[in-house]
């Protein structure tokens, strides 16, 4: 961090007073006697590693942990989870590493390597990213047990293994969107920890709760110092507080971290756009011209903005630079639906559907499909498509 500006994570920086308040201490993996006796005696007994985890995974369904689970704004450790039976991936995959662990596991998180997908809130892109847990054992593993999907009230609870003999493991992830084929890194219990923190921020954030959401983005940083996406969040929180030159000098760091950042990128153009980066910006304006996902980013926002024609026209750039991402076809037919284009909807949506990677994605793709068909035909009657009368046929 020699270059990174450090002194911006003190409170002088945006309150101008010192304000000594400390992170919470949260222990994520912390497992109390409940969990305990979850896992004691019938799951660590279970001799095979691998049929300990499909063990732990059947007993959790039986006891109902994945009936409408899911919350994507809800972070909480592993035992809140376990009590309360809801929670985002994060919150799961905290869950299911403890459980696991607690019944002779070697569970560790796994970054998953998915295309970035973006949200917007409050006018503000997020990033979000995908985590899971992977479980590694000996050479017992088959590679004819190589991938089981459950589905689960349209959620995914997705096992996945390698394809190759060097590492034998196992991954289990919980989530609404099908992350199989997407591969997945090995990161730390810190660099976890430190998106539980991030998210815990973005909560605060919400709630107008500035101390406690900057005390929370600190930590984060700390956790995971070289992580681009937790100095965009400072980033962020500079320029909410009207401190521009504050974000735009953490944006910068953010790029040298991750030089193709879409939201640290979108600040520096924006610093640009006000004369503030001078003959950097036309080569901003390229990389961002260039960059499929910031466009898409920028679509989302827009569409939240009830922008639906310039979310339009970013979402076909988008689909130009990467012409078989069924997320970015999906997303226009969506934006077609609500301009009451059905016509063109259902042509873009179709080709969604040849290139979505997954058989629950292709089910949800067609289920709208069927729904944008029922719209023609009580909009659009005289665009239906009617089998051609031959000439000769045709009475006279």
Not at 155 to 170: D, G, H, K, M, Q
Not at 248 to 257: E, F, G, V
Not at 322 to 343: G, I, W
Not at 362 to 372: D, G, P, T, V
Request: aromatic letters at 10%; a neutral charge.
């Amino acid at each position: 961090m020699r270059s990174a500006p450090v002194h911006l994570l003190e409170h002088t920086a945006f309150l101008g007073y010192d304000a000594s308040d400390e992170a919470p201490s949260i222990q994520p993996l912390f497992t109390d006697t409940r969990m305990q006796n979850f896992v004691v005696p019938d799951i660590n007994e279970v001799k095979s590693r691998r049929y300990r985890v499909h063990a732990l995974m059947n007993k959790l369904a039986e006891h109902g942990y994945y009936d409408d689970y899911y919350d994507a704004g809800l972070t909480l450790s592993a035992s809140q989870a376990f009590t309360l039976k809801r929670g985002n991936c994060l919150s799961y995959t905290h869950m299911f590493i403890a459980l696991a662990r607690e019944a002779g596991l070697d569970a560790r998180y796994e970054l998953v390597g998915a295309p970035p997908l973006y949200s917007v809130t409050d006018g503000i892109l997020e990033h979000q990213v995908h985590i899971r847990s992977r479980v590694l054992w000996p050479n017992e593993f088959s590679r004819s047990d190589s991938n089981h999907i459950w589905p689960t009230h349209g959620i995914a609870r997705t096992l996945s293994a390698p394809r190759v003999n060097l590492e034998r493991y196992i991954s289990v992830d919980f989530n609404e969107r099908n992350m199989r084929g997407y591969e997945g890194t090995i990161v730390s219990d810190d660099f976890a920890l430190s998106l539980h923190f991030a998210n815990n921020a973005v909560e605060y954030w919400k709630r107008r709760d500035e101390s406690k959401a900057f005390i929370h983005i600190v930590e984060s940083i700390r956790l995971a110092p070289r992580y681009a996406d937790h100095w965009v969040n400072l980033a962020t929180f500079y320029a909410r507080r009207g401190l521009s030159n504050e974000a735009l000098l953490i944006n910068r760091y953010a790029l040298s971290l991750d030089p193709h950042h879409v939201v640290a990128l979108a600040g520096v153009i924006q610093a640009a756009a006000r004369g503030e980066m001078g003959r950097a910006k036309t080569r901003l304006q390229r990389l961002r011209n260039n960059n499929a996902h910031y466009q898409f980013a920028l679509a989302q926002r827009a569409t939240s903005n009830q922008d639906l024609l310039s979310a339009l026209r970013y979402v076909e750039r988008s689909i130009a630079l990467k012409k078989r991402n069924h997320e970015f076809l999906a997303f226009k037919a969506d934006v077609l639906t609500s301009l009451h284009r059905y016509s063109e909807a259902r042509e873009t949506l179709k080709r969604a559907i040849l290139h979505a990677k997954g058989e629950p994605t292709r089910e949800e793709y067609e289920s709208r499909l069927n729904e944008i068909e029922r719209q023609i035909v009580v909009n659009e009657p005289d665009k239906q498509t009617e089998p051609e009368i031959p000439p000769e046929l045709t009475a006279r």
